[in-house]
């Protein structure tokens, strides 16, 4: 089955531990993106990847890091997460930046620090 | 920069009943629009897309309308069942293809 798969689904943590979630995906997509939905905010954009090795922030990447070795896996860091990057957090996916194509999302992981 | 928003943050309707949902978007030079469905706990799933050279575009029990002339969108679920129950939300695509998503509207269909 076509998908994006994320874990944790649910974490909570304390401020200033070290986290990282985890993104794979199996439609050998090029594009990955990382969102965070907060009520009356929609999906804000963290970071996002074009393809191996390229990353670039999205629109509130403070506070994150991302990586991608492999095309098929994009982690999410929180070096030391504080109590405002509590939220649910989506991995997405799409075949490229140049195709009309939309996401497919991950299944969400909902994150409270403490 | 874009501006996507939803008229309504909630919509109730009866079972059997057709829904409209609907969507503004700031961007007149947008190039593609998806509508999403989030049900509780899980991720948003895509229901329909239209370019914007289409004023119409028909699925299985919804239909996309997309009027360029004041920037707005909708989408009409026909029949509504129990399982649309769903925060619906609109994305807009500009020409450097970067998403903008609306916030979203609670939809509650009632037995």
């Avoid at chain 2, 009866?14 to 469905?37: H, M, V």
């Amino acid at each position: 089955e076509a998908q994006v798969t994320q874990n944790p689904r649910y974490l909570i943590t304390v401020t200033g531990k070290k986290l990282t979630v985890t993104c794979s995906q199996n439609m050998n997509h090029e594009y990955m993106s990382w969102y965070r939905q907060d009520p009356g905010l929609g999906l804000r954009q963290i970071y996002y990847s074009m393809n191996v090795e390229v990353t670039d922030k999205g629109d509130v990447p403070e506070g994150y890091k991302v990586s991608r070795k492999e095309k098929r896996n994009f982690p999410l860091i929180l070096e030391s997460p504080s109590p405002n990057q509590t939220s649910l957090y989506f991995c997405a996916s799409r075949p490229g930046i140049s195709l009309p194509y939309g996401y497919t999302f991950g299944s969400g992981t909902r994150l409270t620090v403490v | 920069g874009e501006s996507v928003g939803l008229h309504l943050p909630t919509l109730s309707v009866q079972e059997g009943d057709n829904s409209i949902i609907n969507c503004a978007y700031s961007n007149s030079a947008s190039d593609y629009f998806i509508w999403y469905k989030q049900e509780s706990g899980k991720g948003p799933q895509f229901i329909i897309d239209i370019r914007s050279n289409m004023d119409k575009r028909q699925g299985q029990r919804v239909t996309v309308l997309l009027n360029k002339t004041v920037k707005h969108l909708s989408l009409q679920i026909a029949a509504t069942q129990p399982g649309d129950s769903a925060v619906y939300f609109c994305a807009e695509i500009n020409t450097g293809n970067q998403f903008y998503f609306g916030t979203g509207t609670s939809l509650t269909v009632i037995p």
